[in-house]
């Protein structure tokens, strides 16, 4: 394989681009069957991953090194151009998942393409959320497959890991809840609706004392003109379901000083906001 500091691959000259209305400094290429959504950075090598091992989420689980990240099946994390990337295969979830597993009717935009849109545009309205590198679309039939990858975030762990996990202290989980609360806020501000806010989609990276919340799994976001009070609302009580959820896996409940650092967190994002509009 090309070395991971090699920026132009010697086969790249061969690719076949694909006309699609895409962000700012992405293009596509075929590659195979498969459609590969990159940054020039990162196209070589995603596209060496496909050409060698069939599909992104292939080549990461074989490549050397590789570290298994759990999730909705596995993600892996490896050694790409320009640092780390995590390449995540999409799975169903829910009651659909025993049926289709992997796959996705061809209809309207594939997922894949949806988060790198959703990505743009929410990295676009000052919200931090892992940035995107390249995105796979693999034709199946009438299905399709789809891989995405993205830039790997440095000491994080999601807020499930966080809250119920045997590392974190009180004072580290009620940051860490407080700093959701913030992002949460901040996504309400910026006319952002993330349909499925859980624990497991809110990254908790930086000091524990000063932590940064950072959004995950965007393919079902949208971002419009603004957020109103029912779709406040929703988020709001998926989040909480969420954590509802956690503590009954783990037989633990989370303790209210910790859930009010959610409130406070929020709050505070909303004066943040205030400072913003009055300055």
């Known amino acids: 394989l090309t070395s991971v500091q090699e920026p132009v691959s010697r086969h790249a ?16 290429v075929v590659v195979g069957s498969a ?9 070589a090598f995603a596209w060496e991953a496909i050409e060698r091992s069939g599909t992104l989420h292939d080549f990461a689980a074989a490549y050397p090194g590789a570290v ?26 829910g009651a659909v998942a025993r049926w289709l597993g992997d796959r996705y009717l061809r209809l309207g935009e594939p997922r894949p393409l949806r988060e790198l849109r959703a990505s743009e545009a929410v990295r676009a309205r000052g919200i931090e959320t892992p940035e995107v590198l390249a995105a796979a679309i693999y034709p ?18 999601d807020l499930a890991a966080v809250l119920f996990g045997t590392e974190a202290v009180e004072a ?17 501000e910026a006319g952002v609706v993330h349909p499925d806010l859980n624990l497991k989609n809110v990254l908790i990276a930086g000091p524990a004392s000063a932590p940064r919340a950072i959004l995950l799994d965007l393919d079902r976001c949208a971002a419009g003109d603004g957020v109103g ?13 969420s954590l509802a959820k956690w503590e009954r896996r783990t037989g633990r409940r989370v303790a209210e000083a910790v859930r009010a650092a959610f409130r406070h967190g929020y709050e505070e994002g909303a004066m ?5 509009d009055d300055a």
Do not use: K
């Open 13 to 28: 000259a061969g690719l076949r681009s694909v006309d699609l209305d895409l962000p700012e400094s992405f293009h596509a």
């Open 35 to 43: 459609t590969l959504v990159a940054r020039p950075g990162s196209s």
């Open 68 to 93: 298994r990240l759990e999730g909705r099946g596995a993600a892996w994390r490896i050694a790409g151009p320009g640092g780390d990337w995590v390449v995540r295969h999409y799975r169903r979830g």
């Open 140 to 157: 199946a039939g009438v299905f399709y497959r789809g891989d995405i990858a993205v830039r790997y975030v440095p000491a994080s762990r």
């Open 172 to 188: 580290e989980r009620c940051a860490a809840m407080e700093a959701a609360g913030r992002l949460v806020r901040a996504l309400h």
């Open 229 to 241: 009070a029912g779709g406040r609302a929703r988020m709001i009580a998926r989040f909480h379901r």
């Open 272 to 276: 943040a906001a205030q400072s913003i």
